[in-house]
């Protein structure tokens, strides 16, 4: 499988460019997943559900199915984070996977950078970037998009997985 990565700082547009990127490269007829990786203790479940009371029980798994989807939630005992290589390993193959987060992870990533954040663009210090997506006036070495423009960085990463 194909994987890319939209990296970049709080705030600064990945998981509104993610969400259009899917859409516009699965109307590209491609079948596309997504990663994502959180800092912080998430859950996928609503406190009080029976799922989630399950988990609260002290369930080392959690499997919730229907007829349109299902998900399984696993505790860590030791708080040690799967890599990224292991998490892939468990996914269904498509044609890409768009990675959101795992910035210090070795594949190909696009930066999404809003100077608002007060934060400096990654992509001048890490290799891994090969490119920035902005609605700002910025000096890098890598090519940029306009944060907005879908359709050419949709482009831009099925060419560079060699997609298209």
Known sequence: MKVFGITGWKNSGKTSLLEKLVKNITERGFSVSTMKHAHHNFDVD????DSYRHKQA???????CSSVRWVLMTELEKNVELEMESLLNKM?????????????????????FRAITGQNILANADARIIAVATKDKIEVT???FDLDDTDSIAKFILSTVGLI
């Open 46 to 49: 609503q406190k009080g559900k």
């Open 58 to 64: 002290g369930a080392s798994q959690v499997l919730l």
């Open 92 to 112: 269904n193959p498509v044609d890409l996977i768009l990675v959101e987060g795992f910035k210090t992870k070795d594949h190909p990533k696009i930066e999404t």
């Open 142 to 144: 890598v090519p940029t």
